[in-house]
């Protein structure tokens, strides 16, 4: 049985093997994570999580006003 790929751009399936890009690899809160996948013409349209971003953007605006600015 072969493996279902989805676009993470446009959440299709990825029908032919050969436009199926590998993009990387997605841990979770709990479980393996999974793999992250495109179709070729999509592959430089996928960007970061936006939610992850946002996340990682508050922490360190928080860590920077603490600190005075200082960035250590």
């Given at each position: 049985?072969?493996a279902?790929?989805?676009?993470r751009?446009?959440?299709?399936v990825?029908?032919?093997?050969?436009d199926?890009?590998?993009?990387?690899?997605?841990?979770a809160?709990?479980?393996?994570?999974?793999?992250?996948?495109?179709?070729?013409?999509?592959?430089?349209?996928?960007?970061?999580?936006?939610?992850?971003?946002?996340?990682?953007?508050r922490?360190?605006?928080?860590?920077?006003?603490?600190?005075?600015?200082?960035?250590?």
């Amino acid at each position: 049985m072969r493996a279902v790929h989805v676009c993470r751009h446009c959440d299709e399936v990825i029908t032919d093997p050969d436009d199926a890009v590998y993009l990387g690899h997605e841990e979770a809160n709990s479980g393996p994570g999974w793999d992250i996948w495109a179709h070729r013409a999509h592959a430089d349209l996928v960007g970061p999580d936006p939610d992850a971003t946002r996340i990682v953007a508050r922490v360190l605006l928080h860590r920077a006003l603490r600190s005075g600015g200082r960035l250590n």
